[in-house]
Nanobody, 124 residues
Framework: QVQLVESGGGLVQAGGSLRLSCAAS????????MGWFRQAPGKEREFVAV????????DYADSVKGRFTISVDNAKNTLYLQMNSLKPEDTAVYYC?????????????????WGQGTQVTVFS
C-alpha cells in the first residue's frame, strides 16, 4: 500500500523560503509521476508542480514558475518542493500526490495516491 507523508510546512514571511518533503513508501516509484497540489480555504485544489520520478521531466503552474522547484531523491524515496520568494497568495494546504502511469497531468483526479497535507502560511 502506497503511503505519502508530507512535512516542512510552516509560517513564513513574504519573500522567504520553505522546503516541503513527501516521504513515499509501499512501492517502487521509479515509474511513477509525482505532483504537488495546494488548496486554500474556500478554493478548489489546484496544481502546483509535477515530475516524472526517474526521467526528471517537470511542469509547473504559471503562478509558481521561477519560484518553486520540484525534485526527487531516489535513494530516500522522497519528493521535494523548494519554495522561494513566497507570497501571501501561496498560503494553502499543500498535498503531494502520485500516480503509477506516465504523463504530467495537472488534474487532481488523475492521481491515485495522496498525502495528508501540510499547511503553509505566508504573512506580509
Amino acid at each position: 500500500q502506497v503511503q505519502l507523508v508530507e512535512s516542512g510546512g510552516g509560517l513564513v514571511q513574504a519573500g522567504g523560503s520553505l522546503r516541503l518533503s513527501c516521504a513515499a513508501s509501499g512501492r517502487t516509484f521509479s515509474r511513477y509521476t509525482m505532483g504537488w497540489f495546494r488548496q486554500a480555504p474556500g478554493k478548489e485544489r489546484e496544481f502546483v508542480a509535477v515530475i516524472r520520478w526517474i526521467a526528471g521531466i517537470t511542469d509547473y503552474a504559471d503562478s509558481v514558475k521561477g519560484r518553486f522547484t520540484i525534485s526527487v531523491d531516489n535513494a530516500k524515496n522522497t519528493l521535494y518542493l523548494q519554495m522561494n520568494s513566497l507570497k501571501p497568495e501561496d498560503t494553502a494546504v499543500y498535498y503531494c500526490a502520485g500516480r503509477s502511469s506516465s504523463g504530467l497531468p495537472r488534474s487532481a483526479g488523475q492521481y491515485d495516491y495522496w498525502g495528508q497535507g501540510t499547511q503553509v502560511t505566508v504573512f506580509s
